[in-house]
C-alpha cells in the first residue's frame, strides 16, 4: 500500500490498538432522506463517537442490502439526490473532519457508467478514502482495482463466510484500508444475534496479512458488538440498525455512542496491516 493510501484508516486502527479499543463504523445513506437532514445525521453520529464513516451512493437496484437500507436509498432518490449533491456532502464531511477515515460502499454499476478513472477521481477530489464495490468479486477486479490505487482510493472487498482459502489469499493480498467480514450470507439487516462464530475466518485473515476485519451486516446491539471483538475483529460496521434509528427519529446519538462504547469495553485482538 501507498503511504496515502489507507492513511487515515492505519492511523486509526493504529491509535484504537494503543489505547486497547475496537473501531466502530456506522453506515448512512447520502441524502435520506433529504440532503441537509442527511448532513445533520452524518454529523451526529462523528460526534456521537463514530471512528469513520462508511456511506451509500443512492442507487435504484442495492441487491446486497435488505429493506431497510434499500428503502433509504429509495428516499434518497425520491428527493432528487444526484451523484452530484451526494459528492457535495462528502467535500463538507472532509473539510470539517479531516482525519476522520470516509468510506464509500457502492455498485459497480455506479463506478463503471462513466468510467472507474473518472469516479476515482471525482472521489478523491471529493476526500474518499475508501471504496467497497458490493457486487464486484476479487477475482475480478484488477482493472477497477488498479483506477483506485492510481488515485490513491484503497480499494475493500468483502470476505464472506463460505469463502475458500484462494479466495481469502486474493481478498487479504487486495483489500487496503480495512477488510468487511460479514457476520452471515443474504442481505444487509439487523440481527437480535451474531448467527455465526467469525473467530476462524477472522484469524485465518489476520494470518494472511489482510488488513483489519470489520464484522458487519446484522449488527444492532452492545452484546452483538463485544462478541464481534471476542472473535477478534478490528471493529464493527452497522448499518440497517443506524438507518432504522434514523428514519424513525430515534436518539440516533445514543444507539452510536452505546455501539462505540462496547467496542472499549472488551476490545481485544487489534492489530493492523
Known sequence: MSERRGRRYAD??????????????PFAMIGDPNPGQS????????????????????????IADGPVIQAA????LAAGVRRNDCWAIIRELR?????????LLVYCNLVCHQTPDSFYRTAREAGVDSVLIADLPVAESEPIVRSARNHGIAPVFIAPPNAGEAQLKAIAATSEGYTYVTSREGVTG????LRRDQSALIHR??????????LGFGISNPAQVQTAMRMGAAGVIAGSAVVTRAAEGGDLRSLIHELKNATRRTATGMGNR
Open 73 to 76: 436509498a429509495t428516499r434518497a
Open 39 to 62: 448532513g445533520e445525521r452524518i454529523r451526529a453520529m462523528v460526534t456521537a463517537g463514530a471512528d469513520a464513516l462508511e456511506l451509500g451512493l443512492p442507487f435504484s437496484d442495492p
Open 95 to 103: 473539510a470539517e473532519y479531516p482525519e476522520l477515515p470516509i468510506g
Open 12 to 25: 486509526l486502527f493504529g491509535r484504537l490498538a494503543r489505547e486497547g479499543e475496537g473501531a466502530f463504523i
Open 190 to 193: 439487523a440481527d437480535d444475534r
Open 205 to 214: 485473515l489476520r494470518a494472511l496479512g489482510a488488513p483489519p476485519p470489520m
